[in-house]
């Protein structure tokens, strides 16, 4: 077991039922993340990608063996133990950018902040730094109907890294962009991945997503096939 | 994160504006029929007390028994004595005598023959002494349409629709034709003075307004009377407090073994409005427990439309950290806030409306021309103290227990497929 690891994952099965069945969606996994990383769960459709991201996530328990992320078993943590883990240290990042309509830039970015109730005028300062790693600083007063898919998913990224989190998960960040978009954003996250040390771990099975990441590993059929470093 | 949830709220009108219409409205209607049962009921009971049985009424045993006929052959005897023993022990209420009574009315022409002739129903009442009570409890000198109020003995008013229908002009004679206290058919002159209208469609169709002196001595009547009715100084009725005279006076009597011995009962058994009163005081009950089932299901739905529209957020905020338990607090509390913004828009709609039904009235006279209970041709909505908070009960239980109720479906939510609905 590497000390060091901001998640280890031991001997872990997930298994959901299907009817009398029981379907299973992960086996045998065996993985490490340590700060820093610029990983990827790089599959195809149905491959356990998504699964693999929840449990990690603290969102998700698995059938067997463990999961510990930050020094905690996922399975022992309960809803509330939860939920404060993902509050204070981990950051998510959706296809869909999931911003809320009626709020502006800067209130999106500033929504994780409010629930770690964090003083106001540092909660400003906060936001404003998180939407200038992102190159948005010009936009906070717009609402999400009012930017390209591209700037929606800064603000994303903004939103999971305004409490500067050891771990950010993004599952098919890119999946929405174009070509041009999508390396935008991949920079900016690799920039921020350099600068504050944080753990980005993506599932995608997208090649501009995938030609970024300095870790890859391949699930098949949900079993890691491979677990590569691409680059140093 | 209050001002975070509030900003939130006031820019989304469908999570603001329709439901605090839809609460408005539901209260608006709460709170005009609240007052609209209480303005009928209340004026039921004023006119029940006015024109028929105070709110506490002394007859003879025999009179009681048969009181729907107005038997005075069974009237109460030697009332001087009784009304000066009730004004001792009672003296803060009001004690009037009365004769009710029926006839013909005919109208002669100038040789003396009958002109016109139709059925009257009598009311004498004491309309000449200096110290009564009567014409402002009846409210005759502003009922009056036509003419003067009676000043001198032998002047009578008759409803305005009867002299019509009579083709009586003011200072005409009218001979009434009736049976006295002792069964014999008397004859009596009276001159008309004055036309009256009550807004009750009972009086207005033929009734004669005499003093009570002028009716004793038409129906041999002498130191008798056919009721001695009571009434409150406030003129409020109060049942609690008639049931403990009626309770006092009849114990009194309890020995006397004599059918003309006085009895007296209240307003509401008199009147056979008991199963009326308490309908009308659970009707506001059921109205508003209703309206409670159905804002609840129409915000349930509401609320299930708005957590559908709002997955996506709670989704979030639920996968960024947010514990369940805050989540749905928070959606109870925007509850609470719409639950008293629209209370609050439809107690104001409410009050104004019944206000306006208080003071213009809805006049239903057409409806009634048939009709022979002392009922008033104009309905009105009543202003109580309940008015103003009637509305808030209602208000704030279908909001909060809506939104509680689809609420319930964020403690169901599996957080395991959180990443999956958010990619969609």
């Known amino acids: 077991m590497n000390n060091s690891a901001l998640i280890h994952i031991t001997d872990l099965v997930k298994t959901f039922p299907m009817g009398k069945r029981e379907f299973t969606a992960l086996k045998d996994i065996n993985l490490s993340f340590s700060a820093g990383e610029f990983s990827g769960i790089v599959g195809p459709s149905g491959s356990g990608k998504t699964t693999l991201l929840n449990i990690i996530g603290t969102l998700d328990v698995p059938t067997k063996g463990d999961a510990r992320v930050i020094g905690r078993s996922v399975s022992d943590l309960n809803s509330k133990d939860a939920a404060d883990l993902r509050n204070k240290h981990l950051g998510f990042i959706f296809q869909t950018y999931n911003l809320l309509q009626v709020y502006t830039v800067f209130e999106n970015v500033e929504l994780p902040l409010l629930l770690l109730k964090i003083p106001s005028e540092k909660r400003r300062e906060m936001v404003l730094q998180s939407l200038e790693w992102v190159g948005l600083t010009d936009k906070i007063k717009s609402r999400p109907a009012q930017l390209s898919g591209g700037e929606c998913q800064r603000v994303s990224i903004a939103r999971a890294m305004v409490k500067s989190p050891q771990i950010v998960l993004a599952d098919e960040p890119t999946a929405n962009l174009d070509a041009k978009n999508s390396h935008t ?28 990441l300095r870790r890859k590993i391949s699930l098949e059929d949900g079993q890691v096939v491979r677990d590569e470093t691409i680059k140093g | 994160m209050i001002k975070f949830l509030l900003n939130g709220l006031l820019r989304d009108r469908q999570r603001s504006f329709f439901p605090i219409l839809i609460v408005a409205i539901g209260v608006w209607i709460t709170v005009f029929f609240h007052a609209y049962i209480q303005g009928v009921f209340g004026d039921l009971i004023d006119s029940t007390a006015r024109f028929s049985t105070g709110h506490v009424k002394v007859m003879s045993r025999a009179y009681s028994e048969n009181a729907d006929q107005k038997p005075n052959d069974l009237a109460l005897m030697d009332v ?26 005919d109208i002669p022409d100038e040789k003396g023959e009958t002109r016109s002739q139709g059925p009257v129903f009598g009311m004498g009442v004491d309309l000449l002494s200096s110290d009564s ?16 109020m009676p000043q ?22 009218a001979t009434l034709l009736t049976s006295t206290m002792y069964g014999s058919m008397t004859m009596h002159n009276f001159t008309v003075v004055g036309t009256v209208r009550f807004g009750m469609t009972v009086m207005d169709r033929g009734a004669i307004i005499a003093d009570i002196s002028d009716v004793q001595y038409a129906l041999d009547m002498d130191d008798a009377c056919g009721e001695i009715l009571g009434f409150f100084e406030n003129r409020i009725y109060d049942d609690e407090k008639a049931a403990v005279i009626v ?43 209703i309206f409670v089932l159905i804002m609840s299901i129409v915000l349930w739905n509401v609320g299930l439309l708005g957590g559908l529209r709002r997955y996506g957020e709670v ?60 009922f008033p041709a104009v309905l009105r909505a009543e202003i109580t103290q309940e008015t103003y908070y009637v509305g ?33």
């Not at chain 2, 806030?337 to 006049?363: P, R």
């Open chain 1, 185 to 212: 954003i991949l920079q900016t996250m690799e920039n921020l991945n350099r600068e504050l040390n944080t753990t980005f771990i993506f599932a995608t099975h997208d090649e501009k997503v995938i030609q970024y």
């Open chain 2, 80 to 105: 001087k004595k009784i009304t000066a023993d009730l004004r001792q022990q009672y003296p803060d209420m009001t004690w009037v005598k009365r004769i009710q009574f029926g006839g013909l009315l």
């Open chain 2, 133 to 148: 009570r009567e014409i402002e409890i009846l409210n005759i000198e502003k009922s009056v349409v036509n003419g003067r």
């Open chain 2, 152 to 173: 001198t003995p032998g002047e009578i008013l008759i409803s305005d629709q009867l002299a019509q229908k009579l083709g009586v002009s003011l200072g005409e004679s």
């Open chain 2, 247 to 289: 309770n006092r006076f009849n114990t009194d009597y309890l020995e006397v073994e004599d059918e003309f011995a006085p009895v007296m009962g209240k307003l509401i058994e008199l009147s056979n409005l008991s199963d009326y009163l308490k309908m009308g005081e659970n009707f506001s009950g059921i109205l508003i427990i």
């Open chain 2, 315 to 374: 989704g979030l905020r639920l996968a960024i950290g947010e514990h369940k338990g805050h989540v749905y607090r928070s959606m109870i509390y925007e509850s609470v806030l719409v639950g008293v913004a629209g209370s609050i828009i439809g107690t104001a709609l409410g009050l104004g409306s019944a206000y306006w039904l208080q003071v213009y009235g809805f006049d239903i006279s057409g409806l009634m021309k048939n009709i022979n209970m002392m």
């Open chain 2, 392 to 424: 808030f009960v209602p208000g704030l239980m279908s909001t909060v227990l809506g939104t509680a109720l689809s609420g319930i479906g964020i403690y169901k939510r599996q957080t395991a497929q959180l990443f999956k609905e958010l990619e969609t």
